[in-house]
């Protein structure tokens, strides 16, 4: 039974989209020391610590064949490669960049319903909403800045397609009636040991001297934004009601922009501004609440 947003859940979730939108500039400050396909691997690790310790304490019974293996397994596979994808992203442009791109993922969603999940197209208002933010990521890419790249924008939009993807699976397979501690799960275990192979594969170094610093980071990003954050989001999703949690989410790109320009000194240019206006606008209009109730994000934020 969900109740009313109040004072308290509306601070704790506008932490969460803090902690999320910070995430970016922890992520590329560590790739100093570590590959990202190893921070994917590292925090993915350190987050199924967290989530089975937090499982067992609260008795949630996510550790049995129901039959979503299958699906599970496909969607860590993708969410393993929206990560990798994400923080080699931040090796060939501005973190400010790679987040608000990464947050066109409901375009991506909505394409994905159109094809596959019939019940749950997008309204007109939700339709406008995409359009709006296409424009903003179209705008976006032609308009240069100090410190982006091409080929670090499309990688965080590769990103968002892949989150878009997984969203979709999600609701498309019998994950949508597992637990979502259990569907968390899968994807960051199969991150974890994907990661390593991975790794071997592409020839990135396994880490070998870290500085206290990146290994603050490491834990940072495993034990605070995918075992604490993501716990505490299922946590609120139980109790409140999810478009209303999913309206914050807005301040995760704006945040991201803003702790870029606070760490790194990364300019926002004026025609980047209004990528930015046109990307968060959209995604308002895209979380924009309806009855019945139909397209919404997977209640999962890839921080």
Known sequence: MTRPLDNFAAALTFLLCVVWGF????????????GPIAQTGVRSAIGVVCVVLFAIQTKRRIFRFDGTEAAGALAGLLFTLEFIGLFESLRWTTA???VVFLYASPFFVALGTV???KAERPSPVQWAGLTLAFLGVAY????????????GDMLALLAAALWGATTVIIK???????????VLLYQIAAAALIAPFAMWAFGEPAPSRLSAGTMAELLWQGVVVVGLSYATWFWLLG?????QLAAFTLVSPL????????VFGEAVTPGFAVAIALVVSGVALVNWPRKPAAFRAAPRDPG
């Open 115 to 117: 094809a596959v999940l």
């Open 239 to 243: 109790r409140y009601p999810a478009p």
């Open 140 to 151: 976006g890419l032609l308009g240069r800045a100090p410190g982006g790249g091409w080929i």
């Open 255 to 262: 945040v991201g922009v803003f702790a870029g320009w606070l």
């Open 172 to 182: 498309a397979t019998p994950l949508r009636r597992a637990d979502p501690l259990k």
């Open 96 to 98: 400010a960049r790679s």
């Open 23 to 34: 995430n970016q500039v922890i992520t590329k400050a560590a790739l100093a020391d570590v």
